[in-house]
């Protein structure tokens, strides 16, 4: 598998925030972690919106019939 440097970039937002994440941990009943660990999720959901959606070739919403019979049809 080919990873872009768009992928890539969001990877290591991940595993750098991750480390952010674990290391926060709790301080006198504070739980400082939720919110990097929100933000981990957030990046997640972002690459996997990425990852499903954004190449040109993987998504491509086109509901007329008329134009997904020209594109995959080779007698049209």
């Not at 996997?48 to 959606?53: R, T």
């Amino acid at each position: 598998m080919k990873v872009s440097c768009r992928h890539a970039t969001w990877l290591i937002l991940i595993v750098v925030f991750t480390f952010i994440a674990f290391a926060a941990g709790t301080v006198d009943d504070y739980y400082y972690y939720i919110p990097w660990t929100t933000v981990v999720v957030f990046f997640f959901f972002g690459f996997l919106f990425d990852v499903l959606f954004m190449s040109d070739a993987q998504f491509l919403f086109d509901p007329n019939y008329e134009n997904w019979k020209r594109r995959i049809d080779p007698r049209y």
